[in-house]
RNA sequence: CGGGGUGUAGCGCAGCUUGGUAGCGCGGCUGGUUUGGGACCAGUAGGUCGUAGGUUCGAAUCCUAUCACCCCGACCA
């Protein structure tokens, strides 16, 4: 990419309405755009480090054997009436007619309509487990929406279902996602914790969240000297109080702020018996499935991580989601023919050796170009001036330090790799 | 839904108390001078002051209604 030809949208000004520093971040450095209350466009920027997580995501539940598929966003009402959340979801759900006068809502979660999918579909209790998710837009009516993307009423999910024949199958494979989970998280390099928590809405036996940890969370967790933890609104029951500071005290616990970015639950046979999905086994008795349910708040963690990782100048992304891994800045190019051949030449070689590389050929200040990309949080970044050109070497720095170095282009490419 | 706040140029704001027909910084554009961490000078474009109604000779300013957005709470996950 050339920075000339690509739509950047930084902002000099904070913005006004953000309050919490990673909404600040996201409108400063171009990230995203506000549409109306809790619904926002994402920018390329922000695109590009809303697809890298996608893709994290993707590849951990392809490797357990999780397929994704893509169900549609509006539902009709008939498959809520079965399950009975028609009813019972409240004004979250946001319902319309279309028409004819058929009622419909906008999808906040898929288990009625993945039930439907596989009670269609399911022949034999030898096509079991089924694995089966997807990356979607989810549309939640919440009551207030607030900071961002972080709390959305329009938001990226990823969703996955489990169907199994029996609860001992589908321990398994609660198993193998909260392992895939804790894959996500460590690749995605961020600070974070699983804890027992409570199933709410969607309903079933048990449930884990895994947090980013981070003082915007909206989520109180409590951590015992094992490291097991127990989001607060089950705690309460448990410990027979309202009290956080007197659990935390008697119990010894340590209390941490944390962002729910994972949620999975053993759903049991809540929707298959709603919905009348069931199958006949090897002994020919008819049980209706075990399912499970595991998302992930895609566009969430993007606002999560950056609450992990800034600092004054702006967002230091880890490595594995920024936008982009370097960032070469060229001093005047467009005014010195050197300077720009040398530069277009680095960015090839980087292409060449598959960095993803934004070269800076605008008609703008060096400092101007820096505090951009320190802005958009880019982990390395390299200029190239008049001097540079000359002896055939870079200026070279990370993003989350201040020194500088002369580097070759091949020492640039292995300083990259061992970042 | 209750409480608080804000709507004025692309972004950030002043002006409103005390009505007289809109301004500042940043950004944009043009020209020139600059050029290694957000340059300088000159010029220039851009706003039915959220919307509707009312009061008035006259409304960004006063009154009423309404809409949008932000924050706290309730709620939800």
Known sequence: MKASS???FTQKND??????????????AGLIRQQ??????????GYRVLKKI????????DSIGSAEILMPSVQPSELWQESGRWGTYGLELLRLNDRHDRKYCLGPTFEEVITD????????????PLNMYQISTKFRDEIRPRFGIMRAREFIMKDAYSFHINEKCLDNWYQNYKDAYNNIFKRLQLDYTMVDADSGNIGGSKSNEFHVLAEAGEDDLLIDEKGIGTNFEIAKAKYGSNDIEKIVNENNLIHKKGIEVGHIFKLGDKYSKSMGLSIADADLNVNHLQMGCYGIGVSRIVAAAIEQNYDEKGIIWPKSISPFQFALIEIDGHKNESVRSFSNEIYQTMKRNSVEIILDDRNAKLGNKLHDWELMGVPNIAIIGKKEAQNNIVTFKKRSGSEKESLSADQLISKLDTD
Do not use: C
Request: aromatic fraction near 8%.
């Open 6 to 8: 690509y739509p950047l």
């Open 54 to 61: 996608e893709n994290i995501i993707r590849d951990e539940m």
């Open 15 to 28: 913005p006004s309405d953000a309050e919490i520093i990673s909404h600040k971040l996201m409108l400063k």
């Open 36 to 45: 109306s209350t809790g619904q926002y466009s994402f920018l390329p920027i």
């Open 117 to 128: 999918l596989v009670r269609k579909d399911l022949n034999s209790y030898k096509q079991l």
